[in-house]
């Protein structure tokens, strides 16, 4: 006598309610037990979907594993099982219209497009696509490209791709809905240039080939840049609009002549509150005026430099690795505060005025 299968005839609303309960893992083992299941499956509310293949090769060692005879053919057996996951639990599902959140974080080769479509067809709101670099991976390749209408997408709000190799030597983006846009060592990219009326937060970490950016976002709140550790050839060139909204700027190594930078760009960031500079170039001289500047940092910056100050809203000022000959801070705050911390002992005044 075969037992009823009673879990299986409940309604669809309790038993997305029970798989409301389970993880990612437990909801696709109990969607495999009947058709009815799997049917309820495939249009259970995702709101985020995120899949991890350090977390997945933990939860999936097997013996057999260790018994092959190469650290590479161990990789091709994880590989293919994470690729084997992702595309069957992707298979399984329906259309997402609750997606809001897609998240992959990969260290391999595998179909990334398939992933990204999947997102796309969906309106995904929030795409983080992400390929770690790992020494025992590397004779298996990188991920080679991702889909580049992930730039033009009208659902997407929130885009981060980290370690990917985007395919394009040049990204414009223009008219585009995104609002947070994050993009760390995608080193194909030699030029960057953004116009976007809706972005608000935008970081970029690059290698030395990005050498001409260029943003014009009125309604940008921070920015970040980090040019990486490895120098580039030139110069780079770094050109700002009017960025009015413009809160917090952070420049790491940015191959750029500082104080010149200042001079043709601070005007135009007439709400910057918080400006950090990390080991950039300088010539004898910095000199910043700024009426709304609450807080300035300089660090891991080697050359000897007088700065001069003119920052009547100054709370905070920070020299770290710096020598400055002299800093004068004219028409500041009484309540600032100034830290300086020097690598070697070196000679120099301060003067408040």
Not at 38 to 51: C, D
Not at 149 to 162: D, G, N, P, Q, W
Not at 267 to 272: A, P, T, V
Request: charged share 30%.
């Amino acid at each position: 006598m075969v037992a009823a299968d009673r879990i299986s005839n409940l309604h669809e609303e309790i038993l997305h309610h029970i798989m409301s309960f389970l993880s990612f893992s437990e909801a696709i083992r109990m969607s495999v037990l009947s058709k009815r299941l799997n049917s309820v499956w495939r249009t259970f509310p995702l709101p985020v979907i995120e899949f991890d293949q350090e977390l997945f090769e933990e939860k999936s060692k097997r013996p057999l594993d260790e018994m092959l005879d190469s650290v590479s053919e161990r990789n091709i057996q994880k590989m293919s099982r994470f690729s084997d996951y992702t595309e069957d639990f992707l298979r399984r599902r329906g259309p997402d219209s609750f997606l809001r959140k897609f998240k992959l974080r990969t260290h391999c080769v595998f179909d990334v497009d398939r992933c990204v479509d999947y997102a796309l067809e969906n309106r995904v709101q929030e795409l983080d696509i992400r390929s770690d670099k790992e020494e025992n991976f590397s004779s298996l390749g990188r991920i080679v490209s991702i889909n580049p209408e992930v730039f033009a997408a009208k659902s997407i709000r929130v885009l981060k791709l980290s370690g990917l190799e985007l395919g394009i030597q040049k990204l414009i983006l223009t008219d585009s809905l995104i609002e947070e846009l994050s993009i760390n060592h995608c080193d194909s990219l030699e030029t960057v240039r953004v116009f976007s009326d809706k972005l608000v937060f935008f970081e970029l970490r690059c290698g030395p080939r990005l050498l001409d950016i260029e943003i014009d976002s009125p309604n940008l709140q921070s920015l970040t840049f980090d040019g990486g550790d490895e120098l580039t050839e030139e110069f780079r060139k770094i050109n700002l609009g009017d960025l009015e909204s413009l809160k917090s700027l952070s420049l790491r190594n940015a191959e750029i002549v500082i104080d010149l930078w200042i001079k043709e760009n601070l005007s135009k960031l007439i709400g910057l509150e918080n400006l950090s500079i990390e080991g950039c170039l300088y010539s004898s001289n910095v000199q910043i005026s700024h009426p709304r500047l609450k807080n300035i940092e300089f660090l891991n910056c080697t050359e000897a430099v007088d700065l001069e100050l003119v920052t009547p809203n100054l709370v905070s000022l920070c020299c770290s690795g710096i020598r400055p000959s002299s800093i004068r801070l004219t028409s500041t705050s009484t309540q600032c505060e100034v830290r300086i911390s020097l690598k070697k002992k070196t000679k120099g005044f301060l003067i408040l005025a």
